[in-house]
């Protein structure tokens, strides 16, 4: 019996014994309050939702508050807030779903009542019992803690070992060309984080089952997948991918010859994947950092705006003014004082604080807050201008009921702002708003920014896909605890074609290095943000008569910059303004004309790029795809890469009762 069955057997175990725990749980939730027959007038049900409403916002107010203070300032007193105030308001949303099961919401006529019943029939997190709860919690935050006060050494001076992720490893790794301190930057942060989390994240993950079962769903992928209010959703996400995958594997082969010319093939093989750490991005889900050494045209000028923001010293307020600037010449309002009063923009001295990028609505319909620690270069005014896409919509929905202050889906959040960046980065714009000096006209320079465009957005679509495959298989159960690593490798050899600059073994746990994964933030929404931005850019172009779909050579869509436009801005506000009151299909079509997600408009944006990659790789004689030559990931280091000692111990054991010479059989076996 190998490792792997044992841990099986033990966790199967595991599972027997608390059967009687979970379906407690979840019979706790099923009884309701009452017996008396479901209240069905609808007059009640809406006094019971303004009622319902009105508690909320304060009580959401002060959970996000307590939230924001722990993000900003990690401490053992903040994080005891955070955990006291997380539960009050589960409390607080668990009674009331209770309250709401008296009303018989499936009969109402009323869609705007019968949507928020809807809406509420699933609890959430705070489903759980209590003790679990408090449990889910405290394993939650301190894997975020150990992401966010991660620290690794200087590889060129191991004395200076303070290094956080934001902004000195971030910025070694943009900057860097050394292949081995690449590698030890590599080494080192998935030391720091991911290895220190595996126990911590076995245990959060059987926390996720039992979430999913308590709200009546067999799967946490479908528990996680309910705000796309689709049976098709995950085969209609593959279709996409099968759409899109012949442009990347376009794109790869292109790379990877461009990487094997700058370290050697010794390292870059021509047919096998990429090794991960050469993309100038910890994760190499984005490689926009590497653009110069994979530039097609050398002698077009550079669409960088970081020289100019350095020469005429942008400040991170003056970064996000600027990005304030974009929606504003759309119509849409100046963002409020308390904004600009409340929120965070660079790194706080002294303090370890969660440096990742993010947008807070602080449930009092005025406080909307960023979080960023910024630098001074083009890529965090790209983040600038996301961020405030999703602080944008928020203001916009804010006078919705709660139930209905979130995106049309958790996708539509994250687009607003990528398609704003689509935008922003055309030369023309940066050269309008004074970030670059002219704009250079030719087929040469098209490619280049075409190439740039799709190092950022067509590279991370196989990773926006494999992140929740990878969650969902742990939490569904069909990734066992011994295959946690090597089930992540296998994912991203298949969908990225990247591989680890080491084989890694089951002793690590490279998952937990993203921040995603860490704090346990659903990663599909950024795919399907990938997806629809295009869509949604798209339409907006061809009302702000930036893009002609009958004649696109002389108006194509990746020159297309709505800023500026009053007409692409009002359309814009009025599926803001939606929230997630109707169902996405509906909001999207406010927008686009269309209901579904749609890679055409992604293809028809790089239609010059696919036809150059395509001729330049048929030239260079590149081969398309990968096979691995080595194992990206093996059980473990020991002899073999299949046993470990207590597995050796116990067949030391057995070979040594044997009858005769046990002991010599032993060496003659090992």
């Known amino acids: 019996m190998d490792i792997a069955l044992l841990l099986t057997v033990f966790i199967v175990g595991i599972a027997k014994v608390n059967s009687k725990e979970l379906a407690n749980s979840i019979g706790s939730l099923t009884t309701t309050t009452t017996t008396s027959e479901p209240i069905t007038d609808e007059n009640l049900a809406k006094a019971f939702l303004a009622t319902l409403d009105m508690e909320t916002d304060e009580r959401c107010h002060n959970r996000t508050l307590a939230e924001w203070i722990l993000a900003s300032d990690i401490t053992p007193e903040n994080r005891v807030e955070a955990i006291k105030s997380s539960l009050e308001y589960s409390k607080f949303l668990k009674q009331k779903w209770k309250e709401s099961q008296q009303y018989g919401w499936s009969g109402y006529h009323d ?31 301190t894997l975020e803690s150990i992401f966010s006060k991660a620290r690794i050494c200087k590889p060129s001076d191991k004395r200076k070992c303070d290094l956080g992720l934001e902004p000195e490893v971030t910025e070694l790794m943009m900057y860097s060309r050394n292949e081995t301190e690449l590698k030890s930057l590599w ?29 009546n769903f067999p799967e946490v992928s479908s528990y996680e997948t309910r705000f796309y209010e689709s049976p098709n959703f995950l085969n ?27 370290y050697g093939t010794n390292i870059v093989g021509s047919t096998e994947p990429i090794p991960s750490h050469l993309f100038g991005n910890m994760w190499a889900q984005s490689w926009g950092n590497i653009f110069e050494l994979v530039t097609p045209f050398n002698e077009t000028k550079s669409i960088d705006a970081t020289p100019f923001l350095v020469k005429f010293q942008f400040t991170p307020r003056k970064m996000a003014q600027v990005a304030e600037n974009f929606f504003v010449s759309m119509g849409f309002p100046n963002l409020p004082q308390e904004f600009w009063d409340g929120s965070i923009l660079e790194k706080l001295k002294d303090k370890d604080m969660v440096c990742h990028a993010s947008s807070w609505d602080l449930c009092d319909k005025k406080n909307f807050w960023i979080k960023q620690c910024t630098r001074i270069n083009m890529e965090d005014l790209i983040t600038l201008h996301h961020e405030m896409g999703h602080t944008v919509y928020q203001i916009q929905y804010k006078n919705l009921p709660k139930l209905f202050r979130d995106g049309a889906n958790p996708g539509f959040h994250e687009a607003i702002g990528d398609l704003i960046s689509l935008s922003v980065q055309t030369p023309q714009h940066l050269t309008k708003v004074g970030l670059l000096e002219d704009v250079e006209e030719s087929f040469e320079a098209d490619i280049n920014y075409l190439l740039l465009m799709a190092l950022e957005k067509i590279a991370f679509l196989p990773f926006g896909l494999l992140v929740d495959k990878w969650r969902w298989g742990v939490f569904d159960g069909k990734i066992a605890p011994a295959h946690y690593n090597c089930e992540w490798w296998k994912l991203r050899v298949k969908y990225q074609g990247v591989s680890p600059p080491e084989t890694r073994t089951e002793d690590d746990f490279d998952p937990g290095a993203k921040y995603h994964v860490a704090v346990n933030y659903g990663y599909t929404r950024y795919f399907v943000s990938s997806i629809i931005e295009f869509q949604f850019h798209q339409a907006l172009c061809k009302i702000a008569a930036e893009f002609d779909p009958l004649n696109p050579d002389s108006k194509p869509l990746h020159k297309c910059d709505i800023y500026g436009s009053k007409d692409a801005g009002r359309t814009l506000m009025r599926m803001l303004r939606l929230g997630s009151s109707k169902p996405w299909p509906e909001a999207m079509e406010s927008l686009t004309g269309q209901k579904k997600m749609d890679a055409g408009p992604i293809l028809d944006y790089f239609r010059p790029l696919i036809e150059w990659l395509t001729f330049d790789n048929i030239k260079n004689n590149v081969t398309i795809g990968w096979k691995e030559k080595k194992p990206a990931c093996r059980q473990s280091q020991n002899k073999a890469g299949i046993f470990n000692s ?25």
């Open 111 to 141: 869609p705007f009542i019968k949507r928020q019943f809807k809406l509420l029939s699933t609890l959430g997190m705070s489903s759980l019992p209590e003790a679990k709860l408090k449990k889910y919690n405290y394993l939650k935050q």
């Open 187 to 215: 080494t080192q942060w998935r030391s720091a984080t991911g290895k220190k989390m595996r126990k911590d994240y076995t245990e959060f993950a059987s926390i996720m089952k039992e979430v999913a079962l308590t709200n």
């Open 236 to 262: 209609d996400l593959e279709k996409l991918w099968d759409q899109l995958q012949p442009f990347y594997l376009q794109l790869h082969g292109y790379i990877r010859r461009k990487l094997g010319e700058k």
């Open 646 to 670: 207590s597995l050796l111990i116990l067949i030391f054991t057995i070979v040594a009762s044997l009858p005769g010479n046990g002991i010599g059989l032993w060496f003659k076996i090992f």
